[in-house]
């Protein structure tokens, strides 16, 4: 297996974990998006609490270029030290959410 798909089957298998973990109510759906074909990975939750639409990417992962960028982490866990437990090299790990400028001061990948 090349790195790039053992990266995808580590991504696939900690954003299902998280979702699966997921306590929403009963009208607020847990989807999982998982484009294999152009490596987007999505947790969401949609529908609605009340009279409020909820529409969230809770957590957003891509792999471009042979690394794994995290987008969007809307939880109180560490996906980048997570991923770098399965065995994702530091340095193909980039966080997206943070500024270009920034990404140098991480113990991760810069792009």
């Known amino acids: 297996m090349d790195k790039v798909d053992q990266y995808r089957a580590f991504v696939k298998t900690l954003i299902t974990r998280y979702a699966s973990e997921d306590s929403s109510s009963q009208d607020v759906d847990v989807e999982l998006v998982l484009d294999v074909e152009h490596d987007h990975y999505q947790w969401m939750n949609v529908g609605w609490e009340g009279l409020n639409r909820i529409y969230r990417c809770i957590v957003h992962l891509d792999i471009k ?6 987008q969007q982490n809307l939880t109180d866990r560490n996906p980048a030290e997570e991923l770098v437990e399965m065995g994702v090299a530091r340095e193909d790990i980039v966080l997206g959410l943070h500024p270009p400028y ?10």
């Open 65 to 70: 270029d042979g690394k794994v960028w995290l």
């Open 102 to 111: 920034k990404r140098p001061y991480t113990d991760y990948g810069v792009a």
